[in-house]
Nanobody, 119 residues
Framework: QVQLEESGGGLVQAGRSLRLSCAAS????????MGWYHQAPGKQRELVAR??????NYADSVKGRFTISRDNAKNTVYLQMNSLKPDDTAVYYC??????????????WGQGTQVTVSS
């Protein structure tokens, strides 16, 4: 019911910026929240940022550097990543949470986009 297309990853030097995009193609589904998670080699997947209505939340490690935003008309979520650090290197996954119509709550994940930050 939901397909997610992620883009914007790449290789950048520390201190530079990237902007990730995730476009959701949804049918018979109401999107509630959209967000970004990342997973570095040898580590668990963890929340980076999430947006639901007017509410946003961020991991402590990115607060003040990253900004999440959402275009509801396009079902697209963005992650503006500034002042990137080598520790930000990871695969970034788009996440969507909502409700199937008819049905109940459901969650979807994108394929992931690689972000690599060099020193």
């Amino acid at each position: 019911q939901v397909q997610l297309e992620e883009s914007g990853g790449g290789l950048v030097q520390a201190g530079r910026s990237l902007r990730l995009s995730c476009a959701a193609s949804a049918s018979n589904f109401i999107i509630n929240a959209m967000g970004w998670y990342h997973q570095a080699p040898g580590k668990q997947r963890e929340l980076v940022a999430r947006i639901s209505g007017g509410s946003t939340n961020y991991a402590d490690s990115v607060k003040g550097r990253f900004t999440i935003s959402r275009d509801n008309a396009k079902n697209t979520v963005y992650l503006q990543m500034n002042s990137l650090k080598p520790d930000d290197t990871a695969v970034y996954y788009c996440n969507v949470l909502g409700w199937k119509i008819p049905g109940g709550e459901a969650e979807y994940w994108g394929q992931g986009t690689q972000v690599t930050v060099s020193s």
